[in-house]
């Protein structure tokens, strides 16, 4: 089965830095995405990860350990626009499409 | 460029209707799946076409079922609708199966009373 957790809500202030863990048990593994959804509208790609370590782009970056199941997502210089929920999602096999979502963590970024 | 559309925006139907829901793909983009997503809840894969043939399906009944046609174009239909059905329905779409991203869509959201 599939089990993937991550915190259901956190805060913080405009220009600090906040770090969204995922954890994830899975059948298999091909890949690791980070989304964003701000609400009452579609989630947008953020990051993907397939090999162990950091991808960093722009103000986001994306962590994976894969032999710990772990990832994170990391905002620098949180603006009032970050406030969303951002959404982790595991690939078990090499198909996209049939990608498995955490409950997604609510962002709550304040001045 | 136009992104990924759906139609309708919203919609509300009755207990033991039956749904047809839209999608256009990405320009470029061959592959559609779609994802039910439950208020509070991060979507769930119902099935992918490819091809005009579904490849791949989720935990879903057979009431959902659905269509790709050689525009690439997809519809999804839901028989019997519960009001367990109520969500937002995305459509995303990807330049083949295997590729890593997806695009989707804004969604639409369905209300059955």
């Known amino acids: 089965g599939q089990n993937i957790d991550q915190p259901t809500e956190m805060t913080a202030t405009e220009g600090a830095i906040v770090q969204i863990n995922c954890t994830y048990q899975?059948?298999?593994?091909?890949?690791l995405f980070w989304y964003q959804q701000h609400a009452g509208e579609a989630p947008t790609f953020l990051s993907y990860n397939v090999l162990d370590g950091l991808e960093e782009k722009g103000r986001f970056s994306s962590f994976l350990s894969r032999s710990k199941g772990y990832s994170y997502l990391l905002l620098k210089e949180l603006q009032m626009k970050d406030s969303a929920s951002y959404l982790c999602?595991?690939?078990?096999?090499?198909?996209?499409?049939?990608?498995?979502f955490g409950d997604g963590t609510t962002l709550t970024v304040k001045p | 460029d136009a992104g990924v559309t759906q139609s309708p925006t919203h919609l509300i139907k009755t207990r033991g209707q039956q749904v047809t829901l839209r999608c256009s793909p990405k320009s470029g983009h061959d592959t559609v799946s779609w994802y039910q997503q439950a208020l509070g809840q991060g979507p769930q894969f119902i099935f992918q076409?490819?091809?005009?043939?579904?490849?791949q399906r989720g935990n879903f009944p057979d009431r959902f079922s659905g269509h790709q046609f050689p525009n690439y174009s997809s519809e999804l239909n839901v028989n019997a609708l519960l009001l367990g059905d109520s969500a937002l329905y995305l459509c995303?779409?990807?330049?083949?199966?295997?590729?890593?991203?997806?695009?989707f869509g804004p969604g639409t959201r369905l209300t059955v009373t």
């Open positions: 899975t059948s298999g593994f091909n890949g």
């Open positions: 076409y490819y091809e005009e043939e579904e490849r």
């Open positions: 999602a595991v690939r078990s096999n090499t198909n996209a499409g049939k990608s498995t």
């Open positions: 995303a779409s990807s330049p083949g199966t295997t590729a890593y991203e997806q695009y």
